[in-house]
């Protein structure tokens, strides 16, 4: 069965800063990865979304890259801002129409 | 403005009574899909439809239905709600379930006492 699992599960950092979220899978036959941002009360918004196929893809001051075979994924920020305090979560499908698993989460507060 | 629409956007009701939270999406998607979020938990998928009249369960389904009959609509009906369905539901759309990122409705929080 497959399982996301995100570290840290909390971070802060200082406006400005460049950082690293983290996201691990069990299973590496996946179908893609999607980044998500969860606002508090609000529902997720899709950031980046990557095909198995490629190893990143970028949006902004986002990056996400993936690399199957470890079963990683991270979502890098550059020059973070208050703005970007959010929980942010990562989700595989295995297959094009089988069920989302997400991760629980990293939690991102950025202070100015 | 492309936009996945739930309602209520909250409710409180009592064991036993019956409710509907309804999810509608403006942007023709074919998938539609209903989650609980809930603490130490994460985000668990209850119901899936890959198009109308078709339906499949996700990783929770206990005490939950759904019915696909139109492309935009997706209700989630809880027939006998129990304490333990108190949780946020988002319901969330795309082109098809995996190719495609997945748009997300503002959730609904249940209370059932």
């Known amino acids: 069965k497959q399982e996301v699992t995100q570290i840290p599960a909390a971070l802060s950092v200082p406006e400005g800063e460049n950082l690293v979220l983290n996201c691990s899978f069990t299973d590496s036959a996946i179908y893609n990865l999607q980044w998500f941002r969860q606002d508090p009360g609000k529902g997720l918004t899709s950031l980046l979304l990557?095909?198995?196929?490629?190893r990143e893809q970028t949006s902004g001051r986002l990056n996400a890259s993936l690399d199957k075979s470890s079963g990683r994924s991270t979502l890098y920020i550059a020059a973070s801002q208050p703005g970007d305090s959010a929980t942010y979560l990562c989700?595989?499908?295995?297959?094009?129409?089988?069920?989302?698993?997400f991760g629980k989460g990293t939690r991102l507060s950025v202070i100015a | 403005e492309a936009q996945v629409t739930q309602n209520p956007r909250y409710l409180i009701t009592v064991t036993g009574k019956k409710l509907t939270v309804t999810c509608s999406q403006n942007m023709n998607h074919e998938y539609m899909s209903w989650y609980r979020q809930d603490p130490g938990l994460g985000l668990r998928q209850i119901y899936y439809?890959?198009?109308?009249?078709?339906?499949d369960k996700g990783d929770v389904p206990e005490g939950y239905k759904v019915s696909r009959k139109e492309k935009r609509n997706f209700p989630l009906i809880l027939e006998s709600p129990s304490p333990n369905q108190t949780s946020l539901y988002f319901c969330?759309?795309?082109?098809?379930?995996?190719?495609?990122?997945?748009?997300f409705g503002d959730g609904t929080r249940l209370s059932i006492l």
């Open positions: 439809s890959m198009n109308v009249e078709v339906t």
């Open positions: 989700a595989v499908p295995h297959s094009l129409n089988t069920p989302l698993v």
């Open positions: 969330a759309s795309s082109d098809h379930q995996g190719g495609q990122p997945q748009h």
């Open positions: 990557i095909q198995s196929s490629q």
